[in-house]
């Protein structure tokens, strides 16, 4: 037997399968496809030459070879994790966003993170999220809209969020008290390119506003907004925390909303990210 050819992700590969009875369940809780976490458990069976789990169409379940090996996997990996914990204040998680993280979701995630893990969250503000995770300056990032994430990236959605109007004091809109979404196709619309989450992209092509402006990151955006070169749509979260004295927010109705997602590689971090994403989700 060659048990130097065993992996630690074997063992955390059949520990979920055990646990889960289940091959989708157990990938899921990994970060990987069902396809190569079965490669993986079949890679463990043919080192150490025996059958650890019963497969058939009905259930999953350990062999009795394969539960007593159980046992001894789960204290190699408590060890492991021991050993992880006693210098997991020197771990940090990149999480890459462009501008104003949804709240309290961001505080409370990033607290339950940190007390659960002792690792802390290093928060990367960044006009491109996902291109930062192509280059590998963050490991996962929070993106709102459509989304164009790099090849073989896995993505999380968190929730939608409702939407907003705002405009600069000066402008008409301010007297109206509302904006429908259908109507805003009569007004100068100001566009964040990179990272905003409405755009001419967001109407059918006959809707769609006659005059754009275009900005290429938020701070662009809301001066203009406020030159009163247009009218803005961003997520309601922007009331509560932009704080600008030449803008006003107009309610929008019959807007759809924004969705907010997680999207990370499958080459990074794996167990970091499956710990934060568990923190994101819970609540």
Known sequence: ??????????????????????????????????????????QLEATLSVRLVDRSSRHVEPTDTGAEFLVHAERVLAAMDQALAAVSGQVTLRLGFSWL?????????????????????????????????????????????????????????????????????????????RLDWTDVQHWPLVVNTVSGTTGPWSWPEDQRPAQLMETANYDEWLETVAANRGIGIVPEVAQRRTQHPAVRFVPLTNAPPIPVSLVHLPDARRTLIRRFLDAAVTG
Request: with cysteine; glycine share 4%; hydrophobic share 40%.
């Open 101 to 177: 993280l949804p709240d309290p979701w961001a505080q409370q995630t990033v607290a339950r993170f940190e007390q659960t893990t002792g690792a802390s969250v290093a928060l990367t503000r960044t006009d491109d999220p996902l291109q930062a995770l192509r280059q590998h300056t963050v490991d996962i990032a929070l993106v709102r809209g459509d989304l164009d994430a790099p090849q073989g990236a896995s993505s999380v959605h968190l929730f939608d969020e409702p939407r907003i109007a705002v405009c600069s004091e000066r402008c008409e809109l301010t007297r109206l008290g």
């Open 1 to 42: 037997m060659r048990g130097l050819d065993v992996e630690l992700r074997h063992l955390r590969a059949f520990r979920s399968v055990a646990r889960h009875r289940s091959f989708s369940r157990a990938a899921e809780e990994l970060l990987i496809t069902q396809p190569a976490l079965s490669r993986t458990i079949a």
